[in-house]
């Protein structure tokens, strides 16, 4: 519940709205006994009557239970309503684009010429042997020797941060993280028993100086970075910082585990620097050791394509495969049949990608200029979303009030360890042009009625 909060006017409904987002990442536990409002309005600087009404919305919502003499404690609302989806929902929480063109084509084809494919195996944890060698060959097209024996397919790209989490820290171990970042990431780090450390990345780039020296300073077991078209900002590290990153952390005894899963969504970056992995290779890790690479075909060509991998050194391999039993079985082979088609025509099928998120992308802009002008939003030249600054805190009230008229948002305070990051607003491009419009101008005037103290509160669910 860390970071300010704005206007006394606006407080509540913004203090409401963080604490449902910290039980709903499981920060706060079902369960915890929160501080009383007398506690926490000491803490928070605010008077005990805006503590009060966000208690007030908080169990409303059904995310705090009160009981006479024994205190308010989180708890998670039914599954049924958190579940629900509103009527004639814009979905704005998830950066999830429609399938790339011909891919429709393309599984048609896989289908009608399936191979029997009782003679795979039910239970596979490295995958497909085709699937392996496909990602394989790209990695070593696109400049970073790699042999099938270095990949194992995961059940998408969440699953493979997740096993990489399961496998490799310990409880207690240091992860390194950047803020904001994929909240998945952290989540699937913290359930492992890590500890976290931050380091601040923003649309202009990473704090290169602070990362450097937190390596050195705190020698993390493992640092997880997205260095391409990075979720939420949009920023790209630069070549040059990369190899100086991939040197510092072998110094610091860190394993890199680098998030590719959005690589391929440049949309007009003019510069590729390869697998993130090259850089290890020439600092002396022939194969590129001492990075671990997650991959995915989930973001670049269909959320349901629930495809993804890791490369690693065959050591590391072989300790993810050890691991993965406790968590699934392996990969359904019809999927791996389509992936393994689809990664052997990948530079086809992003053309297509590229030129939908080229649209998308400036209707977005135009959006969030026709309707929000005192917004900053930066341009992307590639990703899913803008991270958008808004002109004062208040991201999660503004999520909260927009849930209930039918929108799903991902206020800022769900990108970060701590629960800040109030000021900043993740707004995909992916929806339907239509929705981009509609979704924006809504979201422009929720925050005019904000600002003006004339919102109610979120009504009880």
Known sequence: MTGPLGAESVAYAELAGRVRLLIADGRIPAGTLLPS??????????????????YRALRD???????????????????AEVSKRPDAALNFAGSIPPPVDGLRELIVEVTAALPDITAFPGFDLLGNDGLRAAVADRYTARGLPTSPDQIIVTTGGQHAIALTAQALVRRTDVVLVESPTYPHAFEAFRRAGARMVATPVTAAGWDMDHLLSTLQRVRPAIAYLIPDFHNP?????????????????????????????????????????GPFARHAARDGGATGSGVITLGSLSKSIWSGLRIGWVRADEAVVRRLVQARPAGDLGTPPIEQLVGERVVGRMDELLAGRRRFLRG?????????ARHAPGWRAPWPDGGLSMWVQLDRPGSSALAAVCRERGMSLSAGPAFSVDGSLERFLRVPFTAPLADLDRGVRLLAEVWAQLAAGTMAAPAAR
């Open 37 to 54: 409002e007398r506690e926490l309005a000491a803490q928070a600087g605010r008077s005990r009557t805006t503590i009060v009404a966000a």
């Open 61 to 79: 919502s059904g995310h705090l239970v009160s009981r006479q003499g024994s205190g308010s404690r989180a708890s998670l609302p039914h599954l």
């Open 233 to 273: 900002t949009g920023a790209s590290l630069p070549a040059q910082d990369r190899a100086r990153l991939v040197h510092a952390a072998r110094a610091a005894g860190t394993m890199l585990v680098v998030d590719e899963a959005t690589v391929d969504l440049s949309i007009d970056r003019p510069w590729d620097d």
């Open 360 to 368: 998308q992308r400036a209707a977005l802009g135009a959006a969030l």
